[in-house]
Every structure is written in structure tokens, then in C-alpha cells.
């Protein structure tokens, strides 16, 4: 599976290029498998980098969303990622939006993680409002 954006961060691991390789890698259409041996590479490439580290592992996440294992374990991976301080909102934002516009994880897993994304610190209002959040415009009030 050649991917441009996996050269560039093979060439210069930062954070843009590992966010940008994980966004194409996403996109692409390929066997899970592929994707998984992808990100393999990348892992090896980031080292002892917690936050390049973090980004791939986020990035390898969204591409298992579409994988047959069963839901839960989806779920835990989802929410694992979700508590990975190394992750800015900007970065899950980013990913949530991408994981969204391609749907092809199951509808019941994004039902279920769109509860817990939506109701964290420094998410957009436009991304509350199209996971369901009931009051995008005052998410924490009581």
C-alpha cells in the first residue's frame, strides 16, 4: 500500500505529518490488514515519542472501527484513546469528523462513542451538535 503522507512522516516524524499520514490512511479503502501492517511501520518509526505515539495509535483506532472485533472492544478502544492526554481536543475533533464523514464503522458503536466525545472539554460546538449533544450551546451547565 503505497501512501504519500506515510514518505513524508517516514521522512520527518512530527506531528502534522503523523496526523496527516493517519488522516490518508483512513481515507484510503483498503483491507484492514493492510492498514494494520501500515501502522506497524509507523509505530517503529515514532520511538519514544508519547505524543507521535498517541497520534498513531488514534489514527489505528478509527481505521479498527471497521474491523469485525466485536463492539465492546471497540468501544474500550475508542474510549482509551479519548483519555490519552497526549491528545489535544483539536486532534479528536479532527478525528471524530473524519471517523463521521466516511461511516463505515457501525452505526450502534458511533451511537455509543458519539455520548462520550461530545460531552468533552474544548470540543466545537458544531461537533456537539452533530453527535446529538442535547445542549451544544452550554455543555456543561446544569
Same mark, same amino acid.
Given at each position: 500500500?503505497? %501512501?504519500?503522507?506515510?514518505?513524508?512522516?517516514?521522512?520527518?516524524?512530527? %506531528?502534522?505529518?503523523?496526523m496527516a499520514f493517519g488522516e490518508a490512511i483512513?481515507?484510503?479503502?483498503?483491507?484492514?490488514?493492510?492498514?494494520?501492517?501500515?501502522?506497524?511501520?509507523?509505530?517503529?518509526?515514532?520511538?519514544?515519542?508519547?505524543?507521535?505515539?498517541?497520534?498513531?495509535n488514534m489514527w489505528a483506532v478509527?481505521?479498527?472501527?471497521?474491523?469485525?472485533?466485536?463492539?465492546?472492544?471497540?468501544?474500550?478502544?475508542?474510549?482509551?484513546?479519548?483519555?490519552?492526554?497526549?491528545?489535544?481536543?483539536?486532534?479528536?475533533?479532527?478525528?471524530?469528523?473524519? %471517523?463521521?464523514?466516511?461511516?463505515?464503522?457501525?452505526?450502534?458503536?458511533?451511537?455509543?462513542?458519539?455520548?462520550?466525545?461530545?460531552?468533552?472539554?474544548?470540543?466545537?460546538?458544531?461537533?456537539?451538535?452533530?453527535?446529538?449533544?442535547?445542549?451544544?450551546?452550554?455543555?456543561?451547565?446544569?
Amino acid at each position: 500500500m503505497d %501512501i504519500e503522507e506515510f514518505k513524508e512522516f517516514m521522512k520527518n516524524p512530527s %506531528i502534522e505529518t503523523a496526523m496527516a499520514f493517519g488522516e490518508a490512511i483512513t481515507k484510503k479503502e483498503a483491507p484492514i490488514e493492510d492498514k494494520r501492517l501500515k501502522f506497524r511501520e509507523a509505530f517503529k518509526i515514532v520511538g519514544i515519542n508519547d505524543k507521535l505515539e498517541a497520534i498513531i495509535n488514534m489514527w489505528a483506532v478509527a481505521s479498527m472501527l471497521e474491523s469485525p472485533i466485536p463492539p465492546t472492544q471497540k468501544i474500550q478502544a475508542v474510549r482509551e484513546v479519548l483519555q490519552d492526554e497526549e491528545l489535544n481536543p483539536s486532534m479528536i475533533e479532527q478525528w471524530t469528523n473524519l %471517523i463521521y464523514d466516511l461511516n463505515r464503522a457501525p452505526k450502534d458503536v458511533l451511537d455509543f462513542i458519539a455520548i462520550d466525545i461530545r460531552n468533552m472539554r474544548g470540543i466545537s460546538k458544531e461537533l456537539r451538535k452533530r453527535l446529538g449533544h442535547p445542549n451544544p450551546e452550554r455543555p456543561y451547565s446544569k
